[in-house]
């Protein structure tokens, strides 16, 4: 067969949209081409999510899909890859359609699979059968860490914007979540690594990086008599000719490093003013029985020494409702804690229980679906009203936003007859604006007027 076409399917979160455009580098380098059609694809990838139960049954109905396709292209391979494939392992061949299993730590080799699998028509099983028991992360990380050197600057998702990974994986067990399941130990990338992939995505025309990490406020590492962090990484990249702005998605609640990069924040003017530091929850009693190892108190505290050393941060966060054992009692805490932090957006979801967790073993999920529901709807009411505050104080303001492309919600009214199309970009603050504007805009950092608000866009004219 010559250069087989390969259609990408990705779920989740950044760290998986990440790995598959890493991938589609790999496979564009070994001769596969790359088609937007499923119906049309010789290869078909499904990039998996186990963060909860809903984002599993999604790819489960994708495999349905394409069990249904296989019959009429009996020669289509389908692989499953990332958390899910890692979570259920070889038990994914009990689907029809699966031909191909491979976990996280296993991508570098797809193009190799893939080529074998495709020749010799055979089932391919590869994941790491022990995740968590790797005596030198560093060494067994050295096929990631040449994987993600050699096809990190391609393949970006937007246009002037690329994330780059800083850590993999996670050591926090979380008592709700799987990530430290499927993505193994935590393990950092050297800073020379981190810094020469950003000096190389400054060279083809990257303004905005993001350093992703899982907790990625934690990032130590440790080369001869110098320990780096987050600042340090942050202060080295600020340097970097081209590099605009830097931002650094997710922090964990806790002190360790966390002086360091607000300043880092305040001494650089390329380091965004936006921090992502989910809460989780508002209840003590809860917040301990997720084993995340803060107080409500103690995280509003991180909050105010935040916005003692950058005024105008923006602050996002995350909550989980119904975790076993929440009670009204409990939940009212979370409002309250979402009252005093003031964010500027929250993600909130309702708690699932995943298989092998602790709070999954030990704690019985005892919310019922309706009452979930409730708080969920509840709490997105009670931030919508802090969002649409916060956005009010934007009316009349110019802000500088760096442009995504054409706004997929038709919100503003438009001359039909110009050559102005509707964009979206993001603040530094991480604001979305919508505003009309050339589309050669895009990838480029543009002044907008304010106009109007909403609790979750802003919206503008090109100054
Ligand atoms: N159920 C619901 N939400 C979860 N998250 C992680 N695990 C679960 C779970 N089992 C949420 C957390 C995390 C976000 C990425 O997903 O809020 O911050
Ligand atoms: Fe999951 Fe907790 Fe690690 Fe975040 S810090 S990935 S919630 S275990």
Redesign the pocket.
Known sequence: MSSPSVYIKTYGCQMNKLDSALVTSALRAAGFSFTDNANEADVVLINTCSVRDHAEQRVLSHLGHLKHLKKTRPGLMVGVIGCMAQRLGEKLFQHEAVDLVCGPAQIPQIPQLLADALQEKKKTLAIKQKIRQTKKPEDQNLALEQFESAYGIEDRQLPGQAYVRVMHG?N???SY?V??YVRGPEVCRPPTAIIEQIRKLADAGVKQVTLLG??VNSYKYTAGEKTYCLADLLATASNIAGIEWLKFV?S?PAEEFLDEILQAMADSPKVCHYLHMPAQSGSDKILRAMSRHYTAAQYLELLDKARAIVPDIAVAGDFIVGFPGETEEDFQATIDLTRKAKYKNCFIFKYSPRPGTRADEKLQDNTSAEVKKRRNIELLAVQERISDELSRDFLGRQVKVLVEGLSKKAHLNLDQSSSERQLVGRTAEDWIVVFNGPISLAGQLAKVKITKTSPLTLFGQLC
């Open positions: 996670c926090r067990f979380c979540c990530v430290p899982q907790t997710t964990y």
